[in-house]
């Protein structure tokens, strides 16, 4: 079964069908082949997966998302960035980072936080003289951090997936996903000092520092109420995900006033098209999930990795490498809920802790944002910035090793994840 199941959903990808089609296709064809059970097992799975109470974060977190990136946050928070690191060398580069990590915060989504900060600050960074491939990587690499800084929709899946805290898990991801900015800007600064980038001419002063919170401050405040009540026990991760739809409205439409409401029917039809496109993989997933465990593919694959080694740590690097090359293919939450099952028991045997493998998982997957075929900030920034996308793949390259000397530091030191915990 496990041969026709996964050669089927490889011929599918290969045909280039939606992934979540193309998933649950795999799973139906395996279904009708093999004849192991009736056809009513996926429609079952297809319903049964997303009837799930922590599930309703997802579309609220999708809705907050696009309600904040076409509010003028995105403006204000570059504002804030550009007025502590702007004069350094690079300080476009690393101020747009430090905006996308403020955004990410707000948004959940890599894509979203690309979309968001990209069409401003893409023609911005190629205004002030950076060649638009480092632009663009810059944007298309910093938008990863969306899934990483909490709140996450990936956090919430792994969470669903794998029986963990998602509010130990948003806990969990906030050193790593700041770990990850600074390592992006590291290299932004190496690069921009080779390349003659220099910053602005406005000096860094806590007066402009202090003038630029305050004006950015309800953006400032939409993370901090999300993730304060969440920790503090306020509201659930599933309730704050509503709440930060209701503040970002009152913020956006009430106080910045640069969202109308005639555009709140667009950007609810907009919200509705992803949240069916991200449940549907949900459902497909799951489904496929559970055949593999119904035929011990879990058991056979831990069995596999625990013989190669007992070291735990060369184990790690094993999955580490295959998530690698599963992000360059596959769907983040489609990972998340195909794998989950797989790899958290193997990590468990070995001793690392649920909440770290989830972080280890996510910032895994996160760097599939940026490596093709699948590369989905990619075909984003490409998007924005008028590149191809072999151009930008290229650029993007540093930025990618960058990442990856930032997640073995994350593998290695677990306290990294764990430490508020």
């Known amino acids: 079964m496990a041969g026709v199941l996964f050669g089927s959903f490889a011929a599918f990808l290969f045909l280039t069908v939606p992934i979540g089609i193309a998933i649950g296709l795999a799973v139906l064809f395996t279904i009708l082949y093999t004849g192991s059970m009736p056809v009513e097992f996926l429609m079952k799975e297809l319903t049964n997966s997303v009837d799930s109470f922590p599930l309703l974060a997802v579309p609220y977190f999708i809705i907050a998302g696009e309600i904040m990136g076409k509010g003028g946050i995105s403006k ?4 804030v960035a550009d007025s502590m690191v702007g004069n350094k060398t690079g300080g ?3 101020a747009t980072i430090i905006t996308c990590m403020f955004f990410a915060a707000i948004s959940g989504s890599g894509p979203a936080t690309v979309a968001a900060i990209g069409g401003i600050m893409i023609p911005a960074m190629v205004q002030k003289g950076y060649d638009k491939r480092f632009a663009t990587a810059v944007v298309a690499a910093a938008g990863s951090i969306g899934v990483i800084i909490p709140p996450s929709i990936p956090m919430v899946i792994y969470g669903v ?4 805290s998602i ?3 948003f806990i969990a991801g906030i050193i790593p996903g700041i770990l990850v900015g600074i390592g992006l800007m590291v290299y932004s600064y190496i690069h921009s000092k080779k390349m003659g980038y220099t910053g602005s001419n406005q000096e860094t002063t806590l007066k402009s520092i202090l003038t630029a919170l305050w004006q950015a401050k309800w953006a400032l405040m939409i993370p901090v109420v999300i993730l304060g009540g969440i920790y503090g026990g306020i509201f659930t991760p599933t309730e704050a995900a509503v709440v930060a739809v209701v503040f970002g409205l009152i913020v956006s439409v009430f106080v910045n006033k640069e969202l ?10 907009d919200s509705a098209l992803t949240t069916a496109s991200v449940l549907v993989i949900v459902g497909a997933a799951t489904a496929f999930g559970r055949l593999l465990t119904l035929e011990q593919i ?5 069995e596999a ?7 735990p740590l060369i184990i790690m690097m094993l999955i580490t490498l295959l998530l690698l090359i599963v992000g360059c293919f596959m769907d983040t939450i489609a990972a998340i809920i195909i794998l989950t099952p797989i790899l958290l028991p193997v990590a468990l045997q070995i001793g690392y802790d649920p909440i770290h493998f989830g972080i280890i998982m996510i910032v895994n997957l996160a760097i599939g944002f940026i490596t093709p075929p699948l590369g989905v900030n990619l075909f984003v920034g490409a998007g924005i910035s008028g590149l191809s ?11 990618f090793f960058a990442m990856v000397f930032t997640l073995l530091i994350i593998i290695v030191i677990p306290q990294i994840s764990l430490l508020f915990l």
């Open 298 to 302: 879990p058991n056979q694959i831990a």
């Open 161 to 164: 997936s794998g029986s963990v």
């Open 389 to 399: 996308l072999e151009q930008l793949s290229k650029a993007i390259v540093p930025f």
């Open 167 to 169: 509010g130990d898990m």
């Open 305 to 311: 990795m625990i013989s190669i080694s007992s070291e």
């Open 92 to 94: 476009i580069a690393m």
């Open 76 to 79: 204000r928070l570059f504002n």
């Open 260 to 269: 109308k409401l005639k555009d709140l029917p667009q950007i609810f039809v």
